[in-house]
């Protein structure tokens, strides 16, 4: 049998550094793990009902054997869950089972259960432990790791929420196989936006993979997750609080919120917003002479190829210009967008609205033919509704 093999990735970010362990199967021992981070016997396990039904067992059964007091706390999966209401809950049962300043809570789940567990982590008794184990490729990838928790506001997404770092960040790359397609392919643009942002040989790897990855095929799953796990590492160590490098983990965003919003966050979840962002943000880019015509080539094919629509409905610039606007990435009325120099580098820069509505015009204008108003092959089907906007993601 294959020596099963365990990767770790360090977030050093001084006394609150710590690890994100990948290793396929780790579920079943995470109660063995957590011995570090706290010295109580209560653990609050927050999940959400698709999760529980699939690895909740697996994890009170490996803390119960650790020798933890587990208290399940299992919400109702989706973004709706993301709300005050749901931390008011969560630091209720906290209260009532008496959790104290070293009890843990454990975040098992997508990015949903994690920015709320990390959020009521953060505030219950100022601040006690909390260990991520993400489900989801967008958690296992993205929101899992940087310490950004928080919970939607009926006025935006992601509006109330704090910086607090998990103690560790747990991944078993297996739970990904239960994970819905439609899921995995979302989380895909966020892999993608890795390769563009700071890797050319990343990005020829998923080149290369992409007919594996979509088949998960283990090994090159791993790498995909571990390489996406360092370059977030990176960046969030050179600048913990998004002031400046963070931005760089924005790529796609800039346009792919804007038609999440401008979509009323239904019908395009997330990741596939970005996969547009992705390829639009690159020829709008290409449009301003920063880079040439094959890196937005490259761009476009492989979102295509991971079965992402790069597709712009939108046919009026203005409402499109507003929506860009709603983004915090404003300063005096100008954009500020990151845009890809080469496959591996980026730029932070503003751009006008002049320029941009030339480019909007030329694509996507009322009148035109959009010449990159293709979709591909294998568009993810299906709709389901989603929620208000994510003004920090
Ligand atoms: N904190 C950050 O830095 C950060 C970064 C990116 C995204 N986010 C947030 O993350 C959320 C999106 O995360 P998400 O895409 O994981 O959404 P999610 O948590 O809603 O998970 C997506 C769906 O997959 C299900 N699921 C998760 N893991 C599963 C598994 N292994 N098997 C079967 N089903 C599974 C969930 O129950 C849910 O229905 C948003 O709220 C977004 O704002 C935060
Ligand atoms: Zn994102």
Known sequence: MAAVIEQIVPVMLGERSYDIVLRPGLLATVGDRLSAFTTSPKIGVVTDRHVASHYLSTTLRSLRKAGYDPTQIILPPGERTKTLGTIAKILDVLARHKFERQSLLLALGGGVVGDITGFAAAIYQRGIPFVQVPTSLVAQVDSSVGGKTGVDHRLGKNLIGAFYQPRAVLIDPLTLRTLPSREWIAGLAEVIKYGIIADEEFFAFLEQKMPALLK??????????????????????????????????????????????????????????????????????????????????????????????????????????????????????????????????????????????????????????????????????????????????
């Open 216 to 393: 998960l095929e283990a090994t090159s799953v791993n790498h995909v997750i571990t390489r996406s796990c360092e370059i977030k590492a990176q960046v969030v160590a050179a600048d913990e609080r998004e002031s400046d490098r963070r931005r760089i983990l924005n790529y796609g965003h800039t346009i792919g919120h804007a038609l999440e919003s401008l979509a009323g966050y239904r019908g395009l979840i997330h990741g596939e917003a970005v996969g547009i962002g992705l390829v639009q943000e690159a020829d709008l880019a290409c449009h301003m002479g920063l880079c040439d015509r094959d890196v937005v080539e490259r761009i476009r094919s492989l979102v295509q190829r991971a079965g992402l629509s790069e597709r712009v409905s939108q046919r009026s610039f203005l409402p499109m210009w507003k929506a860009m606007q709603h983004d915090k990435k404003v300063v005096g009325g100008r954009v500020v967008g990151v845009w890809p120099v080469r496959i591996g580098a980026v730029v932070i820069q503003p751009i006008e609205q002049p320029i941009c509505a030339e480019w909007f015009q030329t694509r996507h204008g009322r009148g035109r033919r959009s010449s990159i108003g293709r979709l591909p092959s294998k568009a993810p089907v299906g709709r389901k509704p989603r929620a208000k906007g994510d003004r920090s993601r």
